[in-house]
Every structure is written in structure tokens, then in C-alpha cells.
Nanobody, 126 residues
């Protein structure tokens, strides 16, 4: 089992920045690829960003490229999502997820991830 706990969400004005954290415990964190997803009110959960177990490769949704950055610190068992130039449409619950044995085509797929956190609310005001 892997337990994931997100933090760092909150209320921010448009144009502002936030850094989300996802702390992992349980099985060896380093063996898992990590992803961030978001779910806005009334919408399905969608992929935001992912990072391989080694941290050597990252993947982003087109809508956040150049604006969001995913990183991981295996010594701290933590993955981060830095979000810059936030817009009101970024308002959502952001969740992190962990998955193993993933192919490059899997990273954006909900079903590829085995463990999920409870999520942290991000609200961007105009």
C-alpha cells in the first residue's frame, strides 16, 4: 500500500502561484511514477502532469505546459506541482496518484494509477 497526502492548496488571486505537495508513505516511493490530476466542479477528473519513477521524464497536459512544473524528491518521498500564472479556470480539486509498470502512453490515464490521495482544493479568484 501507498498512502498519499496532498497539501498546499488554497485561495489565490489570478496570476498568482501555488506549490502543491504530495507526501507518500508505505511501499517504496521510488518505484512509482507519480501524477497530478484535477477535477473541477461538474467535470470529470483530468490529467495535469506526471513524472517517471526516476524523475528523468515528465509529461504535461497541453493546457498547462510552460505554466506548471512537476518534480519529485525521493529522499523526502514527496512530489510537487508548481503552478504559475494561475487562472480562475484552474479552480479544482487537485489529487496526486502513484502507479507502477507504466508505459509512456499510460501517464495521462486515470486507470493506470493504483493509489490516490484525497485531494487538495485550489481556488483561483478573478
Amino acid at each position: 500500500q501507498v498512502q498519499l497526502v496532498e497539501s498546499g492548496g488554497g485561495l489565490v488571486q489570478a496570476g498568482g502561484s501555488l506549490r502543491l505537495s504530495c507526501a507518500a508513505s508505505g511501499r517504496t516511493f521510488i518505484r512509482y511514477a507519480m501524477g497530478w490530476f484535477r477535477q473541477a466542479p461538474g467535470k470529470e477528473r483530468e490529467f495535469v502532469a506526471a513524472i517517471t519513477w526516476s524523475g528523468g521524464s515528465t509529461y504535461y497536459a497541453d493546457s498547462v505546459k510552460g505554466r506548471f512544473t512537476i518534480s519529485r524528491d525521493s529522499a523526502k518521498n514527496t512530489v510537487y506541482l508548481r503552478m504559475n500564472s494561475l487562472k480562475p479556470e484552474h479552480t479544482a480539486v487537485f489529487s496526486c496518484a502513484a502507479g507502477s509498470a507504466m508505459r509512456s502512453s499510460d501517464y495521462a490515464q486515470n486507470r493506470a494509477y493504483e493509489y490516490w490521495g484525497q485531494g487538495t482544493q485550489v481556488t483561483v479568484s478573478s
